[in-house]
């Protein structure tokens, strides 16, 4: 099992920057792929982002490319999304999430794992 813990969300205007977090407990020793979706009210959860367990392969979603990047550092166990150029559809609640599988997978929506989500409110 691996627990899942995002911090980091929080309300920024529209134009700035944010950076949330995912903190990975439980079995660690394994490496997941880890990703971010999100989800908007009324709105089914979508993918936005994955890095692969080594950290060398990324996938984004086509609406954050070039704004938000994800990064991992593997000796803290953890997981971070930064997203710049913040747009008011940005905001949402936004979901870790890890799993033993591929980026193109876990983009897809194949996850094992979900963290308790984060809010990001972006205003205009």
């Known amino acids: 099992q691996v627990q899942l813990v995002e911090s980091g969300g929080g309300l920024v205007q529209a134009g700035g920057s944010l950076r949330v977090s995912c903190a990975a407990s439980?079995?660690?020793?394994?490496?997941?792929?880890v990703g971010w979706f999100r989800q908007a009210p009324g709105k089914e959860r979508t993918f936005v982002a994955t890095?692969?367990?080594?950290?060398?392969?990324?996938m984004y979603a086509d609406s954050v490319k070039g704004r938000f990047t994800i990064s991992r550092d593997s000796a803290k166990n953890t997981v971070y999304l930064q997203m710049n150029s913040l747009k008011p559809e940005d905001t949402a609640v936004y979901y870790c999430?890890?799993?033993?599988?591929?980026?193109?997978?876990?983009?897809?929506?194949?996850?094992?794992?979900w963290g308790q989500g984060t809010q990001v409110t972006v205003s205009s």
């Open positions: 439980g079995r660690t020793d394994r490496s997941y792929t």
């Open positions: 999430a890890a799993g033993p599988t591929t980026t193109q997978s876990m983009a897809a929506g194949n996850v094992d794992y």
């Open positions: 890095i692969s367990r080594g950290g060398s392969i990324t």
